[in-house]
């Protein structure tokens, strides 16, 4: 394995420039599914170069699982730097998964009682709640989702308001936004340095939702000030915590942005710009990130099998 195995625990930091590059050259849905792919192709590399150093780390406890032969001098000749990090790999694995369960256990919790708070309610795409405070959200299903929205909300927006509310919150089902933004948030806690990815991706999830919003309603202006209005009179409100699928991000970039002339849904940037020297960056970590921890995975099956006794 050598020191490839370490790769992948360090290589996120080659993304971190195109996170930043990607919210304001790219276009929402093409930095949205970048910065996804990035981040969990980049997360299982980590996780799975964790688990062999952890594999190296066990032959070091009494009792381990592994074969009697792992302990010649030739075998742990093949595998350095087996007893510092391989031992240090042991609860950072263990971290990682609990931190992962932990994320996966929320989001089912946070989906469950959004089917309970809509109990009783007719089944249409639009469930409106009586509640003075006001808070709008889109909450996934396998059968499409439903947009959940609040009669303070509805109270406080005008009609072509509402149009471009209920737009934006269809457009987070539709393209199954909860998705990106539960990777990006499985990648940040199986590896800290893909965290940037994870902040970027709720931006850029959000710019995607807007942009499809001014589409369907046809004129950007109305989204905008929906955006904003919505923001203004949400603030102080309980936020609640079936509303977890999406954050409403930085709503003064959202609003400029809106008001900008509509993104270039070009997907290839030049290569000799900053938006495209990052990308090609981050592209090329994640590849080598990938074959790093394939030659360790690799390497480490060999090494057991022929430590291995027939």
């Given amino acids: 394995m050598g020191v490839f195995v370490f790769l992948p625990l360090v290589l996120p930091l080659t993304a971190w420039p195109v996170a930043r590059l990607a919210e304001h050259h790219l276009h929402p849905r093409t930095a949205t599914r970048v910065l996804t792919s ?30 009697d032969a792992w302990s010649d001098p030739e075998v742990r000749a093949a595998v350095p730097y087996y007893e510092v990090a391989g031992k240090a790999a042991i609860p950072a694995l263990l971290a990682v998964c609990a931190a992962c369960a932990r994320t996966l256990w929320r989001h089912a919790r946070v989906r469950l009682r959004g089917r309970r708070a809509l109990e009783g309610l007719p089944g249409t795409s639009v469930a409106v709640l009586p509640d003075d405070a006001p808070y709008a959200y889109a909450l996934p299903a396998r059968d499409g989702g439903r947009v959940v929205v609040t009669t303070g909300m509805l109270n406080r927006l005008a009609a072509p308001e509402r149009r471009a509310l209920f737009a934006h919150e269809r457009a987070h089902l539709t393209a199954r936004h909860h998705r990106h933004l539960l990777v990006t948030q499985l990648a940040a806690r199986a590896n800290p340095f893909l965290r940037p990815l994870r902040t970027s991706v709720a931006f850029t999830a959000e710019r995607w939702a807007d942009e499809a919003a001014a589409r369907a309603v046809r ?22 915590a079936l509303a977890g699928f999406a954050t409403p991000g930085p709503v003064p970039r959202r609003v400029a942005a809106l008001l900008a002339p509509a993104p270039a849904a070009r997907t290839r940037p030049s290569l000799f710009t900053a938006v495209g020297l990052a990308l090609w960056c981050a592209a090329f970590g994640t590849v080598v990130s990938a074959m790093s921890s394939a030659n360790s995975a690799v390497t480490m099956v060999l090494i057991l099998r022929a430590a291995t006794p027939l």
């Fill in 219 to 240: 004129d950007r202006r109305v989204v905008a000030r929906a955006i904003g209005r919505a923001a203004l009179v949400s603030r102080g409100a309980p936020a609640p």
């Fill in 38 to 67: 990035v981040a969990g192709v980049m997360a299982l590399c980590s996780t799975l170069c964790l688990a062999l150093l952890m594999v190296v780390g066990t032959a070091q406890l009494p009792g381990n699982p592994l074969p």
